[in-house]
Nanobody
């Protein structure tokens, strides 16, 4: 059974930074591309970033390009998302997702709130 557990969210001021983590278990992590998606209050899920199974070809939504960095540690089955220069529009629940489309199994999410 796929199990994904996000952590690292919190409340940060505009311009601040956070690093989100996702601990994966129940599947062969190194065999899968992985993604991050997010959901702002009252809005649909938005795909944020993806990375290949080998940690190559990071790809980002235009809304976060240049500010967010996706990475992974295959030895420890962990996915990361480093968020910088945070804006109020980045507020939402962030989920890690198995696969490249952002539509696969996901965890419970971690809340990121950007507020002054």
């Amino acid at each position: 059974e796929v199990h994904l557990m996000e952590s690292g969210g919190g409340t940060v001021q505009p311009g601040g930074s956070l690093t989100l983590s996702c601990a994966a278990s129940g599947f062969t992590f190194v065999a899968y591309w992985m993604s991050w998606v997010r959901q702002a209050p009252g809005k649909p899920l938005e795909w944020v970033a993806r990375i290949s199974n080998a940690g190559q070809f990071p790809t980002y939504a235009d809304s976060v390009k240049g500010r967010f960095t996706i990475s992974r540690d295959n030895a420890n089955s962990t996915l990361y998302l480093h968020l910088t220069d945070l804006k109020s529009d980045d507020t939402g629940v962030y989920y890690c997702v198995q696969g490249s489309s952002g539509k696969g199994p996901r965890g419970q999410g971690t809340q990121v709130t950007v507020s002054s």
